[in-house]
Structures are given as C-alpha cells and as structure tokens.
C-alpha cells in the first residue's frame, strides 16, 4: 500500500501495490469477476487495513483493471501432464492435450467454439444450410497466410476435411463426419459440405481439435495459419513457438510459448508454485489446497463433463462377460468419489459419457447406477470371475484413488482387483486400448452425438471399450436428422441407455477442469471442452 493506515476513503485499485493487487486480482479470479463474498471481503480488508466501503470500490475498480487492454511480450511455459513419443503434429491423428495445445497455436479451424459453446466463424467468414441441413456453405477469409508465405484458399480447407473420409482415411474422427459425403470447392473461398445424412449440427462439430486446416498437400508439419510459429518440436519433449507477426486477426500478446510436460502430479504442481512455469494442466484433487493457499497462482476449476473412467475392454475377457462389467460398474463408490476425491469439484457419473452440461440431450430419466457391493459381488459370481488386473496412470484427477477405493471395495466381497501402476509417457500408445482394464479420461465434446460417435460409434477409431452396437450406429445418424424436440430427446435416452447397459465403460465421476495458473497471466478463455479454455488461451492470454 502506498499508505499502511487504515484507509476510509474511496481507494482504488491503482492505489494498492502489486503485493496488494495480485491480492485483489485473485479473489475477483475465484468469484469469476461477479460478487465477492464476506469472507473474501474481510480478507481483504485484513490485509490491506480498508474498510468495507474501500474493499467493495477495490472491487470494482480492480474488475476493471483486469479488463483493461492486454499486453503485448513476454514468455511462458505450459505443463501438460502427459507427453510421449505418439506426439504429433498432423491434426486428424490429435490424440492428447498435449497435441491440442500444439494444434491451437500453430493452426486453425473454420469454426471455434465461444464459451458457451456457440460455433464462431474463424477461418470461415460465415457458414449456413440448405433447408434441410443437407448441403452446407462456408465463405472463407481472404487475408490470410499460411507461415510460409503461402496464401490459403478453399483447396487448403478440401484438402483438409476431405482427408477425414473415405475408407483409407486414419482420421480418428472418421466416425464423427460419417454424415459427410465430400467437401467441394465452389470458389477460390468458397466451399460446400455435401452430405450423405442430414447434420444441423456440423458448424459445431467443425470446432473439435482434430478439424484443423493444414496446407493443401500436406499433412500439417508444424506449418498452419495459426498465432504462432513453430520453432522447434521434440515429440515427449517440448516445442518452442514463437508469435506470428503476420497472423490474419490481431495477433497472439505473448512474444513466446513453450510447451512441455510434467508427468509427475506433485512435480507439475511444484513449477508452478516456484514460477518455473506459468500454466499447468490436471491439478490433482490433493493439491487444490495447496494451490489455493498461495499468494502467487491460482486454481481454476471449470465444471464440465470431463470423465474419470476405467475402460474394460469387450473383445477380450474378463470384459466379454456382460456380468464381470456390471461388477465393476456397481462396486464404485460414486458419492464418496465426488465428495472426498474430487473435493466436490466434479458430479456423479452414471456409466454414460453424457451429463447436465449436454443441455437437452442429456437423459436425466436415466435411473442412477449406485453403490452396491451385494449387487457387485452376485455379478462377479455369475461372472466366473474372482480376479482382475486394472492398468492405472494419473491421466485423468484422482483417477488412481478412484481405482484404489474400489481395490478396497472389492476386497471387501472376495474379489480381488489388482492394480498396476504404468508411466504416464507413452500411456495412450501403449496401454489405452491394449489392456483388457486400463484407465482413461475423455475431454467433453460439443454435443451429445459427438461425444458418443467419437467413443461408441460403431467401428470409430476411438471405440476404446470396442463395443460395437449396431442400433447405436443407426440411432447416431437419425438423431442428427430429427427435428422434433421430444422424438430427438427419446432417441438420445436410447442412446445412453445402450451404453449405460451394454458397453465396457465404467464411469463413477465427472470432474471438473482444474488447472493451475500463475496471477499474472490473463486472458485464459473459458470454454469447458478441455484444459485451460480448450486450449483456446494462446491467442488471448496476456501477461499483466
């Protein structure tokens, strides 16, 4: 503080040093910039010697001090959790956050998502449907470059969507555009997406990470429209970007990011309190107090339907046995996981991918799976079944205290679950959907039918539970085509009905997204579809 006294009078924000504001900065960060609490206030007030009065102009002047015009320069450094040798650079193989990170600095898409989850034009001008929703039309940007000087033009935007078609195509999200027949080029920024089904919800889906426009001819190499260029990129190490001062829109604020992992939890957490980095991804549920008690970072914590998940595979045992699945679905302690090992920042998992924050396609009607080891322990006797092995790594919050409740759980009914702890390096290569039980998260999709075509469509790239239910297929691509509200809502409980009774997945618990991020850094959007904003924070984010 300027003056150490007691302070009646209206003070502001500029008044207080940078102690003091960082203070202010990160109260008005945990109520999302909207009413502060009493506590929050007599905090406050406790540290800086104002009286309410003073601390509710603080308040406001501070709120709009951070809404203030960003700042150009500076560097940070990003922590993933995850990273291995499967890093890549070709958008339609995007597995990881890691390679979404990447992806959104280095390319962009035709759409991207506002937090709401509203499809914004981004290299598409505007976009818009037949009548039927059958046929779609995207006008394209004409100012923009790629990094090698090279203008981008319609062939760029048929190159790029066209590779996730066709029976050759090793897009991960084939499964998702099924309902795309083929991509045409009806001007030199102008493009059509001819459809085999109809698909109102298209804009929305062209806004998940793998639909990315890469250079007519290529497969990406680093080389995109993006806010920043790529320097140097080490798969399982890091790469360095630095800001595109040829960027089509405004520009990136930051000068240079560097992106990397830290596979251990504890050691993530540590860098960022020491200010070795300044953005850390999957914050453990054990480390929120530590975070939240520190003057320097905050902990951002976005409610969403990010899964913790145990993924038992179908086309081998134990998970062939519809029963031994049902055991292992029943023996989870759902409210004690939500309440003691998320902390209460996630909700109930009900062994379906679809939650509240899916709107009107959620199926609430859906009866709650509970806890129930009597249950858990008939199934496992039906079964034939008395042992079991779970591959664990920490990809997704509290996810191996999860695995160990249920550990104890089952040993409590004569079951023996064992668990094998794997290295998080290379752990989506090498154990997700190799291992007959294996954990797994999934970032939340745009919409309903993304989210389950990408992980139960029929054949999908992605069916890691390889459970292939031939009316799950049909009912995928006639909801997309149904207008009627209640006949579309019928069609999706159906859906989740499938799942919930037929598929390997076991899913107790949503989290939400928690990352850790340094008080100076600003600008980190919203958007609740993966870490730190979906990824969306390095054009925006800005050091204060």
Same mark, same amino acid.
């Given at each position: 503080?300027?003056? #150490?006294?007691?302070?009646?009078?209206?003070?502001?924000?500029?008044?207080?040093? @940078?102690?003091?504001?960082?203070?202010?900065? #990160?109260?008005?960060?945990?109520?999302?910039?909207?009413?502060?609490?009493?506590?929050?206030?007599?905090?406050?007030?406790?540290?800086?010697?104002?009286?309410?009065?003073?601390?509710?102009?603080?308040?406001?002047?501070?709120?709009?001090?951070?809404? !203030?015009?960003?700042?150009?320069?500076?560097?940070?450094?990003? /922590?993933?959790?995850?990273?291995?040798?499967?890093?890549?650079?070709?958008?339609?193989?995007?597995?990881? @956050?890691?390679?979404?990170?990447?992806?959104?600095?280095?390319?962009?898409?035709?759409?991207?998502?506002?937090?709401?989850?509203?499809?914004?034009?981004?290299?598409?001008?505007?976009?818009?449907?037949?009548?039927?929703?059958?046929?779609?039309?995207?006008?394209?940007?004409? &100012?923009?470059?790629?990094?090698?000087?090279?203008?981008?033009?319609?062939? &760029?935007? =048929?190159? @790029?969507?066209?590779?996730?078609?066709?029976?050759?195509?090793?897009?991960?999200? #084939?499964?998702?555009?099924?309902?795309?027949?083929?991509?045409?080029?009806?001007?030199?920024?102008?493009?059509?997406?001819?459809?085999?089904?109809?698909?109102?919800?298209?804009?929305? *889906?062209?806004?998940?990470?793998?639909?990315?426009?890469?250079?007519?001819?290529?497969?990406?190499?680093?080389?995109?429209?993006?806010?920043?260029?790529?320097?140097?990129?080490?798969?399982?190490?890091?790469?360095?970007?630095?800001?595109?001062?040829?960027?089509?829109?405004?520009?990136?604020?930051?000068?240079?990011?560097?992106?990397?992992?830290?596979?251990?939890?504890?050691?993530?957490?540590?860098?960022?309190?020491?200010?070795?980095? !300044?953005?850390?991804?999957? =914050?453990?549920?054990?480390?929120?107090?530590?975070?939240?008690?520190?003057?320097? =970072?905050?902990?951002? @914590?976005?409610?969403?339907?990010?899964? =913790? /998940?145990?993924?038992?595979?179908?086309?081998?045992?134990?998970?062939? %046995? &519809?029963?031994?699945?049902?055991?292992?679905?029943?023996? !989870?302690?759902?409210?004690?996981?939500?309440?003691?090992?998320?902390?209460?920042?996630?909700?109930?998992?009900?062994?379906?991918?679809?939650?509240?924050?899916?709107?009107?396609?959620?199926?609430?009607?859906?009866?709650? +799976?509970?806890?129930?080891?009597?249950?858990?322990? $008939?199934?496992?006797?039906?079964?034939?079944?008395?042992?079991?092995?779970?591959?664990?790594?920490?990809?997704?919050?509290?996810?191996?205290?999860?695995?160990?409740?249920?550990?104890?759980?089952?040993?409590?009914?004569?079951?023996?679950?064992?668990?094998?702890?794997?290295?998080?390096?290379?752990?989506?290569?090498?154990?997700?959907?190799?291992?007959?039980?294996?954990?797994?998260?999934?970032?939340? +999709?745009?919409?309903? %039918?993304?989210?389950?075509?990408?992980?139960?469509?029929?054949?999908?790239?992605?069916?890691?539970?390889?459970? %292939?239910?031939? +009316?799950?297929?049909?009912?995928? *691509?006639?909801?997309?085509?149904?207008?009627?509200?209640?006949?579309?809502?019928?069609?999706?409980?159906?859906?989740?009905?499938?799942?919930?009774?037929? $598929?390997?997945?076991?899913?107790? /618990?949503?989290?939400?997204?928690?990352?850790?991020?340094?008080?100076?850094?600003?600008?980190?959007?919203?958007?609740?579809?993966?870490?730190?904003?979906?990824?969306?924070?390095?054009?925006?984010?800005?050091?204060?």
């Amino acid at each position: 503080m300027k003056d #150490k006294k007691p302070v009646s009078g209206e003070l502001g924000f500029s008044d207080l040093d @940078s102690h003091h504001q960082a203070l202010v900065e #990160k109260i008005l960060r945990k109520t999302g910039g909207g009413d502060y609490s009493r506590r929050d206030a007599l905090k406050l007030m406790m540290a800086t010697g104002v009286t309410a009065v003073t601390a509710s102009n603080l308040f406001a002047t501070g709120g709009q001090a951070m809404a !203030q015009t960003p700042k150009k320069g500076g560097s940070v450094r990003f /922590a993933s959790n995850l990273h291995g040798p499967d890093d890549t650079l070709d958008p339609s193989l995007f597995t990881s @956050s890691i390679d979404y990170m990447r992806g959104r600095t280095i390319y962009n898409s035709l759409i991207q998502h506002a937090d709401d989850l509203t499809p914004q034009p981004e290299l598409a001008t505007s976009f818009e449907s037949n009548g039927n929703a059958t046929e779609w039309t995207f006008k394209l940007r004409k &100012d923009v470059t790629f990094h090698d000087g090279s203008p981008f033009s319609a062939d &760029d935007v =048929v190159w @790029s969507m066209n590779r996730h078609l066709g029976e050759d195509s090793t897009s991960v999200i #084939k499964s998702v555009l099924s309902s795309v027949k083929e991509w045409k080029k009806t001007g030199s920024h102008e493009c059509k997406a001819i459809m085999n089904s109809p698909n109102a919800d298209l804009p929305v *889906v062209l806004g998940i990470f793998q639909n990315k426009i890469v250079k007519n001819g290529t497969t990406g190499e680093g080389n995109g429209t993006g806010p920043f260029t790529m320097e140097s990129f080490e798969p399982g190490v890091k790469s360095v970007h630095k800001r595109n001062e040829n960027y089509w829109r405004k520009g990136a604020n930051l000068d240079v990011i560097e992106v990397t992992a830290i596979t251990d939890a504890v050691a993530r957490v540590n860098a960022l309190l020491a200010g070795d980095v !300044q953005l850390i991804s999957t =914050v453990e549920p054990k480390a929120f107090r530590q975070i939240e008690e520190s003057d320097n =970072v905050t902990l951002l @914590s976005t409610p969403a339907a990010l899964q =913790v /998940a145990i993924c038992v595979l179908k086309n081998t045992e134990p998970g062939s %046995n &519809d029963d031994f699945v049902k055991g292992m679905q029943y023996i !989870q302690d759902r409210e004690r996981i939500v309440k003691r090992i998320l902390k209460g920042k996630g909700s109930l998992g009900n062994d379906t991918p679809i939650m509240a924050a899916h709107g009107a396609d959620w199926c609430s009607e859906l009866p709650q +799976r509970e806890f129930d080891p009597d249950r858990a322990k $008939s199934y496992f006797k039906k079964a034939g079944v008395s042992t079991a092995e779970v591959f664990v790594a920490p990809v997704a919050p509290g996810i191996e205290e999860v695995t160990l409740l249920a550990q104890a759980n089952c040993a409590k009914i004569g079951f023996d679950l064992k668990i094998k702890k794997v290295p998080t390096d290379g752990y989506w290569g090498a154990v997700w959907m190799n291992e007959p039980l294996n954990v797994v998260t999934w970032n939340m +999709r745009p919409t309903a %039918n993304v989210q389950m075509a990408i992980q139960f469509g029929p054949g999908a790239a992605w069916n890691d539970t390889y459970w %292939n239910n031939e +009316r799950m297929g049909e009912l995928l *691509v006639t909801s997309l085509a149904e207008t009627d509200p209640d006949k579309r809502h019928a069609m999706y409980c159906e859906m989740q009905t499938l799942i919930h009774e037929g $598929s390997g997945m076991v899913i107790p /618990a949503f989290s939400n997204i928690n990352d850790g991020i340094a008080n100076n850094v600003m600008g980190v959007p919203k958007v609740p579809l993966g870490q730190l904003g979906a990824f969306e924070w390095p054009e925006f984010a800005w050091l204060a």
